[in-house]
């Protein structure tokens, strides 16, 4: 797929590997919709548009049907079709599973899981009728091998993987491709809170011995997105974390 002139939504955009994502495709020509559940900086905005591409804002809960709906209907408002989705939002909540409540698990499954699937029906209907269309979904080097702390985490990121070969095998029917990267230890917030230690300990298990950059993750996503006979794969980009 030639990215220039094209439409791509990338959810959970407002920071890190969303927005980084977000950057990546306008770089190529892409035209982008940024979303976050609160809202997305117009700083970022401005990064987007300085690429001569347009940009559009659309806030909402992917976790929440509702808003799903009517995100869809923003977008369809807004451009004439949405060629690439990526499905980006997630979030943890991490404690040890004899620790870990009910409400723990459901958050988590919710937002990174159920808010995939939800995101991903909706657009898969769209990009039927057109008969073209990629999706590319965040997973997890976690779901492939589990981490302790994570139980709630590791499981949404599991069932990414079996959602995008499922995807991938019914959107072929249409010309639709679907794909998953699994991040490794990507500098981000959420490992600036690490102690040295953790830190440590985690670099030995990077053959690369050091952490991945959300650049990295965004470049593996333009990837897929412009390969056209790429389809049902997981792609970890971890450093060599899964070897």
Known sequence: MNLKGKTVFVTGSSRGIGAACAEAFAKKGANVIVNGRHGVSDELVKKIEANDVVCKTIIGDVSVAEDVKRMTKEAYEAFETIDVLVNNAGITNDKLLIGMKDEDFDAVVNVNLRGTFLMTRAFLKKMYKKKSGAIINLASVVGL??????????ASKAGIVGLTKTCAKEGALRNI????????????????????????ETLRDIPLERFGKVEEVAETAVFLAENDYITGQVIPVDGGMTI
């Open 145 to 154: 091998h589990g981490n302790i702390g994570q139980a709630n985490y590791a």
């Open 177 to 200: 491709r679907c794909n998953a990267i699994a991040p490794g230890m990507i500098e981000s917030d959420m490992t600036s809170v690490l102690s040295d230690k953790v830190k440590e």
